[in-house]
């Protein structure tokens, strides 16, 4: 079909809609609107598909255990529980894999999440990331988009590899994340052996009401290892369950794992003029011009007690944000700050939040009252605002930590151009720099062998280009890997596991 014949995007309504990409903002770099009604609609729609288990992320695990500060953070951020050093704050973290359903095997290629919940005395503060620093995309639009792509077909019920690579081809954008995918750092050992981020960029403010854009990377103190495809592979057959029962195991034996936090922080002002846009999901902000700085550790010291209690019901969200920590205009993030509590009221309940794990140890305070499963209530106490009779009211000493927009117009635009914003940029760093002879035999292989599994020639077209444009030494290995096969089944890596993908000074792996 032709371009000129294919049908207009619409919304369920059947009013046409005006970008499959691009959200509505205030100018190229500012916040998304919630008058854009055909996101919202996506997203919401989205998160009502399945039930009852999570749209995405739905097999996982998850433990609980503490954040300890280890260096004083106060010149950067105001936020309570990281007022001091040797300050603890209880945490619960879940890890998952992103595509599978709840009863999919652990080692299979995909991102993991990694999802954190602080428990502070100011409310909770979720930080919900992923064992990648980046992602696939940068707009909410594409994200249910993005998601179709990777689960199963309306028809056949199958998952498609010729989906995948045909939205990922078309998405150049994608091709930092599936550089990643396909090397062996998409199929780690353990839970315990992988890093997690926040990915996002995200807003400090100290009590001076001084400014910084930062970065979380959790290191895990266990040492990175991965599985080479072949052994991951093995391991679905022999254990699908592998890295649930791993982390169990470890902490009940008293084998706690742990994490450094290191902080990538940019002074507020930098960001404007920055070579390429901060904000982007996709891109990493290399480690020479922003050294990460060690604040902290967490560690896992005790298991659930009822995994459906815990697990299946914990609800994290972006959106809870503690006062010194604030969004950025990365429009992922802010797409993110509607989309997951509106998921959670979907699939949970209204009062969610009222569930013991999900439940903050801060005082709740709200006007908002009834719906489905209510516990906590306030009594015989006022229930709108303003009241004259003793009711919560609203302390202005806790203010947004946010960013300011004047002048723009509203508009469904990619970010404006910086200097270095090319989406083949930092996947052909990671290729050259980052990779060892071992890691590129093994991403080559990889790549091959997925591309060859039920994809068309045309398709595969796109894959050869798509990994030239990253490098041609790559695009040129990929091709002949191709070529080899003649489109036939899934080739096989037998290598080693023992040289994991480098520590990634230049990309920030």
Known sequence: MSDSERPHTTTDAGIPAPSDEHSLTVGPNGPILLQDHYVVQKMAQFNRERVPERVVHAKGGAAHGFFEVTEDVTQYTKADFLSQVGKRTPVFLRFSTVAGELGSADTVRDPRGFAIKFYTDHGNYDLVGNNTPIFFIRDPSKFSDFIHSQKRMPD???RSNEAQWDFWTLSPESAHQVSFLMSDRGTPRTWRNQNGYGSHTFLWENAGGEKFWVKYHFKTVQGIDTFSDAEAKSMVAEEPDFHLRDL?????????????????IMPFADAPDYRFNPFDLTKVWPHGDYPPITIGRMVLDRNPENYFAEVEQAAFEPANLVPGIGPSPDKMLLGRLFSYPDTHRYRIGPNYLQLPINRPKAEVHSYNKDGAMRYSHAGNQPVYAPNSFGGPRAD??????TWGVEGAEMVRHAYTLHSEDDDFGQPGTLWRKVLSDTDREHLVSNIVGHATTKVSPEIQQRVVQYWTNVDSDLGARVAAGIAGTDGGATSANGGSADSPVGTGASTGL
Do not use: V
Request: hydrophobic letters at 35%; aromatic letters at 12%.
């Open 156 to 158: 056949t019920n199958l």
């Open 248 to 264: 169990f195991e470890s902490i009940a034996k008293g084998d706690a794992p742990e994490w450094r936090l290191e902080m990538q």
């Open 396 to 401: 202005g000493s806790f203010p947004d930590t």
